[in-house]
């Protein structure tokens, strides 16, 4: 198996591709990229990836075939991502809770749309240590999101990471914060053989919030073909951390 990454989705490369492709160039990631409007080919499942990243990219661009053919992949040692977005996980398109690859993911969908959108703070809360997290400052600079597709996570995965929202009142001249509502946000599933993830909110704007801006320094980058970006330089780790630990690394 190569160490070669195929990322799916996000739009288009020129557009909110840039931030998921400019994180893995900057960290010398080997990948090849596809569009939200490309259909998937057989051609690709000839490629061998070490990782297969979904995100907003629909389910119908997938024959039924094609799709067994990833979660037999899967199952043989493939890494597998999906990161939120409306047409990732259930989502309004997304549509992957009626397909084979809901199988392979370390969550259930719900039957209907699962998005949710926070116009209040939504926190980032770290639920346990772990590769991808440890170096990280979780604890001590707590970032925040803007959205994410709502899911289950299943009995032998392990929750990360959690979105707990708030409702902020003023109350005698201060502004008083009270948790509302709690959801999974990084959730891993990992065998012998296969390791799997999903990231329930998305990696580019809007619902990805404050958390592209997350970190103490400035992260520039650019893919080929993408805009630059300038973003988090702990949002730029926190990424390379999800996919080194999926490819093994």
């Given at each position: 198996?190569?160490?070669?990454?195929?990322?799916?989705?996000?739009?288009?490369?020129?557009?909110?591709?840039?931030?998921?492709?400019?994180?893995?160039?900057?960290?010398?990631?080997?990948?090849d990229?596809?569009?939200?409007?490309?259909?998937?080919?057989?051609?690709?499942?000839?490629?061998?990836?070490?990782?297969?990243?979904?995100?907003?990219?629909?389910?119908?661009?997938?024959?039924?075939?094609?799709?067994?053919?990833?979660?037999?992949?899967?199952?043989?040692?493939?890494?597998?991502?999906?990161?939120?977005?409306?047409?990732?996980?259930?989502?309004?398109?997304?549509?992957?809770?009626k397909?084979?690859?809901?199988?392979?993911?370390?969550v259930?969908?719900?039957?209907?749309?699962?998005?949710?959108n926070?116009?209040?703070?939504?926190?980032?809360?770290?639920?346990?240590?772990?590769?991808?997290?440890?170096?990280?400052?979780?604890?001590?600079?707590?970032?925040?999101?803007?959205?994410?597709?709502?899911?289950t996570?299943?009995?032998?995965?392990?929750?990360?990471?959690s979105?707990?929202?708030?409702?902020?009142?003023?109350?005698?001249?201060?502004?008083?914060?009270?948790?509302?509502?709690?959801?999974?946000?990084?959730?891993?599933?990992?065998?012998?053989?296969?390791?799997?993830?999903?990231?329930?909110?998305?990696?580019?704007?809007?619902?990805?919030?404050?958390l592209?801006?997350?970190?103490?320094?400035?992260?520039?980058?650019?893919?080929?073909?993408?805009?630059?970006?300038?973003?988090?330089?702990?949002?730029?780790?926190?990424?390379?951390?999800?996919?080194?630990?999926?490819?093994?690394?």
């Open positions: 198996m190569s160490d070669r990454i195929l990322y799916l989705g996000d739009t288009a490369i020129a557009q909110a591709a840039s931030y998921l492709t400019g994180i893995m160039t900057h960290y010398g990631f080997d990948f990229y596809v569009d939200s409007d490309t259909k998937f080919t057989d051609e690709l499942l000839g490629n061998d990836y070490k990782l297969m990243i979904i995100s907003d990219y629909p389910a119908a661009n997938f024959s039924v075939d094609q799709m067994q053919a990833i979660v037999d992949k899967t199952k043989a040692g493939m890494s597998l991502l999906m990161i939120g977005g409306w047409e990732s996980f259930t989502g309004l398109g997304g549509d992957y809770n397909t084979p690859i809901a199988e392979v993911l370390p259930t969908m719900k039957d209907s749309d699962d998005r949710t926070f116009s209040g703070p939504c926190l980032v809360i770290k639920n346990q240590d772990h590769q991808i997290l440890d170096s990280l400052p979780f604890d001590s600079d707590i970032p925040a999101i803007g959205g994410l597709n709502e899911f996570p299943k009995p032998d995965a392990a929750v990360l990471l979105a707990v929202r708030y409702n902020a009142e003023k109350t005698d001249g201060k502004v008083v914060f009270t948790e509302n509502s709690k959801y999974p946000l990084l959730v891993v599933s990992e065998s012998p053989i296969a390791r799997t993830a999903a990231f329930a909110s998305d990696v580019a704007p809007h619902w990805v919030g404050p592209v801006d997350w970190g103490t320094e400035r992260v520039k980058a650019q893919a080929k073909g993408a805009r630059d970006v300038e973003v988090g330089n702990h949002y730029t780790k926190f990424f390379a951390n999800i996919i080194k630990w999926l490819c093994r690394k």
